[in-house]
């Protein structure tokens, strides 16, 4: 697997590079800025970004501008973004066109190496990893709709895990409750949203996180 990591503290981005090799992924260019993300996705074809949302030299949201224009040049590029606070309007962005693998996880997730190798491993899939703070923020942000208010406290949980990525089976073993029940939960969950169900994890989670994003 290829990646390319911006960040722009030299430790984390030296760290982020050594924990991903340790993993047996390549990190083709691991650069401090937006221009260098473009130019390195240019050069390298890269199967997976790791971005840092700020970016120099302002700090705002170079990070994320440079991937969304990385994914307009190759759309459905797996971006999985990471962030110092829970900032919902970027995650909204991040999300907007529904395509390819997509992530946004607190950099604290970071200090789990399996956790977060596995989320970059689950974009790269086309899958998505989304923090659960931003999820809990998603779903409180939309807690007046209709359709999200009407879900009953489980339910919400399970959306809430469903939108991190989990398949039922981790949904399962996480509420410690039966796949069954799970199935259950989700039919019911897709029923109230006027969602069409589907097996297919990935297409679940992108559909999810699209009602959501609305």
Do not use: C, W
């Not at 469903?162 to 799970?182: C, H, K, W």
């Amino acid at each position: 697997m290829r990646v390319v990591i911006a960040e722009d503290l030299f430790l984390l981005r030296d760290g982020l590079t050594r924990m991903l090799q340790a993993h047996g992924m390549t990190v083709v260019q691991a650069v401090e800025t937006g221009p260098e993300l473009l130019a390195a996705v240019a050069a390298g074809a890269p199967d997976v970004l790791v971005v840092d949302v700020r970016l120099p030299p302002t700090f705002t949201d170079e990070g994320l501008r440079a991937a969304l224009e990385a994914r307009r040049g190759a759309p459905g590029l797996p971006v999985l973004v990471l962030s110092q606070y829970v900032e919902p309007l970027y995650a909204r962005e991040l999300l907007a066109d529904g395509t390819g693998g997509i992530g946004y996880l607190l950099k604290d997730r970071v200090m789990d190496s399996t956790q977060f190798v596995d989320a970059v491993r689950r974009v790269a899939a086309g899958g998505t990893a989304m923090d659960p703070e931003v999820i809990a923020r998603l779903l409180t942000h939309n807690s007046g709709n209709g359709a999200v208010a009407s879900l009953s406290p489980r339910e919400r949980e399970v959306l809430g895990l469903m939108a991190e990525g989990r398949s039922n089976a981790a949904v399962a073993q996480q509420l410690v409750i039966t796949e069954r029940a799970v199935a259950k939960h989700t039919a019911s969950i897709f029923l109230r949203l006027g969602l069409q169900p589907s097996d297919d994890d990935n297409r679940r989670v992108l559909a999810v996180l699209a009602y959501l994003n609305r």
